[in-house]
Nanobody, 133 residues
């Protein structure tokens, strides 16, 4: 069973930094796309950043230039470095992975990862980030 576990959330003042981590376990095939999403109560889940195993990353407009997504493919680890945090970054942050067994299904894996909730099949439980003014 595939599991995603996030860590690194917490409380920080505006302008500060946090680094989120996510570990994927139980996967028996190649992983191509991972991403971070966030959600606040009463709103939909927003795409923050995605990254392909080839290193190609996409960012949501609200975090470009402030957040950096990275990965350690060998360890199935995903990271999100968040700098210049704003109060509007307060949310529950989710790690997500596209755990489709493409080759096992005879399919071609993607070459780029869309920041689209529907493209990701496995999710963590979330880690809370709170930014105060």
């Amino acid at each position: 069973q595939v599991q995603l576990v996030e860590s690194g959330g917490g409380s920080v003042q505006s302008g500060g930094s946090l680094r989120l981590s996510c570990v994927v376990s139980g996967l028996k095939w190649s992983l191509y796309c991972m991403a971070w999403f966030r959600q606040v109560p009463g709103k939909g889940r927003e795409g923050v950043a995605s990254i392909h195993s080839n290193g190609l990353a996409n960012y949501g407009d609200s975090v470009k230039g402030r957040f950096t997504i990275s990965q350690d493919n060998a360890k199935n680890m995903l990271y999100l470095q968040m700098d210049s945090l704003k109060t509007e970054d307060t949310a529950l942050y989710y790690c997500a992975a596209d755990t489709t067994p493409y080759y096992g299904l005879g399919s071609v894996p993607p070459t780029e990862c869309a920041l689209n909730r529907g493209a990701f099949s496995s999710w963590g439980q979330g880690t809370q980030v709170t930014v105060s003014s």
